[in-house]
Structure formats: C-alpha cells, structure tokens
C-alpha cells in the first residue's frame, strides 16, 4: 500500500508580505526589554530596605521580562538589523518601556498615580528626561517609588545617549547625519545598525556615567563640608542625575529653590556641561583633541546663547529689585536661562511671574535646545545654525545667481540630503507644535483642560521640546495635574514624539514604508 505523499505545512509569516522585516525589528525589542527588566531589582531592594513593599516592582520586572523572552522566542533566530526595521525598532522601544515603567506607580497604588494615564504621564516624562510631572506633592512619594522616578531619568538618559548618537544619525533622521564625523567608526554608510552602536554605546556611557559620578560627587561634598546641610547624599544623588540626564525630576516639589547658592551655581554647570556634545567630551577627554573645540561652531553659538539669555534675563530681573538683591537675581538668570536652554526644566524660582521680555526669552530658548550630541530636546542648536547659513547661501544666490556657495559648519560642507533632512524635521515640529497646541486648547474650552491660550502653548512647547515646566498652572512649581485626560495623552504623545524625534513614526504612518 502506497502512503500519499504529504505536502508539508508552511507557516503563515504576514511579515514577509510586507518591505520591513518586522521578525527582525521585534526581536531587537524583545531583547531591549529583557535586558530592561533587570532596572527592577533596585527600587525593589530599595523597597526592602526601606520597609516598602517589592512586589509591584518585581511584577513589572517579571513582565518585562516575559514580554521580551516571548518576542524574542517567536521571532527565533534572526537576519542583522536594517535602516529600515530601525524605524520600527526605535518608536515600539519608546512606548513599551514607558508603559512597563508605569506598572510600579499602578500597582502599587500610589495615590497621585494611580490612573493609568497620569501613571504613563510620568513615566513618559522621565524616560524622556522631560520633568513633567502630574504629582502635586513628591514628598508624599515612598522612598523605593520616589527612587524609581529618578531612577527614569538615568535610564532615560542611557537611552537617549544611544538614540540621539548611534541610532538616528543612521536613520538620517533630521539631519543627524552632520554627527557622522564625530561618531567612533566614521561615516554612517554602513549595512547594519548594529556595526557599530555596541562600541559607540560604550564610549558614550562611559562619558556619561563619569559626569553624573563627578556631578554627584561634587554635589554630596557640599553637603559634607557643610556648605548646603540639605544636600545629604540621596539628594546628591538625585540632583546630580536630573542635572546630567537633562531630565528635571527633583525629591522636593519646590525644584532647586530651596538649595544653597553654591549648590545652585553647581547644578547650572552640570547642566551646561550635560548640554555639550558628549562625542566632543569623549574626544576631549580620552583622545585629547582640544583643536576640536576651537573649530566647533555649535559649541561657540551653544555658549554665546547661554550667555545672551542669561543676559536679557538678568536685564530684566535685577533694575526691578534692592541692589543687594543684584547677585542672587543674576544667580536665578543663569539657572534659569541654562534649565531652560537644555531642557533640564529645574527652576531657583517661579519664572511664571515674571515680565514678557523674560517669559517671550524663556519660551524662545524652549526652542532652542542643547547641542545635537546631548541627552537635550528640542531643535537643538546645530539645526538652527544649518538653517541660518542656508538662508544666508539662498539670499547670497539671490543676488549671484551663478555662484556656488556651500553651506559648511564647523569646516565640513553640509550636503543637500541632511539640508532636506533638517528641513523636514523644522518643518514637522512646528506642525506638531501647533497640532498640539490646538488639542490641549480645545480641551481646555470643552471645560476639562482648565488653561489658557499661552498656558497651551507653553505646556505643548514644554512637552514638544522635553523642557518639563512651562508657564501658570503648569509652571515650575506647578503640575500638570488639573489638566483633563485628553490633554494629558497629547502632552504625553509629544514628549514620545520630541524625543525620537518625529520622523520615526512619521516614517511608520507612511503607506510606503509597509510595502515590499
């Protein structure tokens, strides 16, 4: 008797009708997650020792972890990582962590945090290193979930490093190619993504990982010496990583207004060292190349802005006050001027009642931003810099139809595509500032926003940019609590968008990205 022959079972993979390896892309997030997972084992050690309960720390960690070992067993073994799989990589890695991220504050019921948007709110916003915040009062925070806020912050500030100088320029994501040159390995032509983020990775967090050491280190001598009796060693620890990473997240709902003058002049300048490009801190550092910095445009416009809007601000603020009072209100001009430019978002004082010339030179600096190799939001100042001397080429093309002007920065011509690319990114973020904007606004007049006009635009600005505080309720001092659910969820989406930058999932929303 003669078996029929049996024609063998394919399995239905959806993923290959389309153009992007999806197996690929989730596979890298299931490992991503795994490797994520392990940040629960300190906040619930914390919680031990702290007579708090673990559980909803290790639950979030145990689901991490099952959510990135079951990704990574269903996508099996998989081909390297492509350009375009790291669109798909990069937005699926900043929703899921967040959300992961919030499961402790649900879980274990904390008050101010309890819903789960407020919850993924606050997550967002610290793994974005953003500082906005629904709580209106930290203190109130355990010890173990107070850590795991600040906590955020410094993964956020890992991710960021990667995201912004192994991971977009690769993508060409806004014009991020410019940071080709600095990167470790060269040119950004490479067939893989993962070629050479590993080694990049390491070097930048070694950069890292050394400023928030010195920063807090230098931060916890002032306590000891007696110079700031607030600043104790959990303080340290806390400032000095809100300061590196950008974020703005503070123990004390007051920021930093409550610390020494000398703690605060401290923390303006991790700040403003955190704002530099960590490649030229890494080129400064380890390789010695000073020549570098001298030949760095957006290092020299990043300092003369800092020192401008330091400038306007203190023009402002000391006419108006006692001529004692001369040193602190410059003091509070530096801060602020520095916090707002990086989009650290730690405040000395409530800018929010002070005069337009200081409120229209704070909002201006929210679009602004850092230098392009930092852990900033925003535009960041090499774009600016790029847009300024292409206007200044097209209107000299004007006038010399014949002549071919290359835009250069720093010594290096810029070439068309990372002009179209910069121009895109502009163009986009005003887009969806103005979108977000228009969102918060309409909640506000269907009576559940609860703000005004500028105050939207403030608060989308604040999230766009990953500034944290903006202006009136939601100032500094204030909290984006009495905002409705609808707001919250578009402030939220901006500081996702902000962060990776828009392209990403305006790439993934495109038709065309999903066809083979």
Known sequence: MTLPRLTPVRRWRPYRRIGVDVRTALGVVGALLTWFAVAFAAPAAVALASGGPPWPFLAAGLGAAAAGLALKRLTGRRPPLGVREGFLVVVAVWLLVP???????????????????????????GFTATGATVLTDVSALEPAMLFWRQSTQVLGGLGVIVLALAVLPRLRIGGRELLSYELPGG?????????????????????????????????ACLGWSGLDRRMDLAGAFSYGTSAVAL????????????LAPVTQWVLCGLMAVAGVNLLRLYRLAALRQYRGVARDDELRL?????VVGTSVLAAELVPGGPAEDAP????????????????????????STWGTLATVTLLGLMFVGACAGSAS????????????????????????????????????????????????????????????TLCV????????????????????????????????????????????????????????????????????????????
């Open 99 to 125: 959300a992961f991220g919030a499961l402790p504050f649900v879980l274990g019921r904390v008050p101010q945090l309890r819903h789960p948007v407020d919850a993924y709110f606050e997550a967002m916003s």
């Open 187 to 219: 040119s950004v032509e490479v067939e893989s993504l993962g070629t050479t983020i590993r080694d990049t990775a390491q070097r930048l967090w070694k950069v890292y990982v050394a400023v928030t050491v010195l920063g807090v280190l230098a931060l």
């Open 247 to 258: 974020g703005g997240f503070a123990p004390d709902a007051g920021s930093a207004r409550g």
């Open 302 to 306: 990043y300092l003369c802005l800092l």
């Open 328 to 351: 602190g209100d410059v003091r509070h001009a530096a801060f602020q001027a520095v916090s707002t430019m990086t989009t650290t978002g730690l405040a000395t004082v409530d800018w």
């Open 377 to 436: 939001g925003s535009i960041k100042v090499v774009r600016h810099l790029t847009l300024f001397r292409f206007a200044r080429r097209e209107l000299e093309q004007a006038v010399h139809p014949d002549a071919v002007i290359p835009v250069r920065v720093s010594g290096r011509v810029v070439e068309a595509p990372a002009l179209r690319s910069v121009l895109l990114f502009v163009v986009l973020y005003v887009v969806t500032l103005a979108l977000g």
């Open 441 to 516: 606004a309409v909640d506000a007049a269907t009576g559940t926003g609860g703000t005004d006009a500028f105050t939207a635009l403030g608060a989308a600005a604040a999230c766009l940019g990953n500034v944290g505080p903006a202006f009136g309720e939601v100032g500094p001092f204030g909290s984006y609590a009495p905002l409705g659910p609808v707001s919250k969820t578009a402030l939220t989406a901006l500081m996702l968008l902000g962060r990776i930058e828009i392209v990403p999932l305006a790439v993934l929303l495109h038709r065309n990205y999903w066809r083979a």
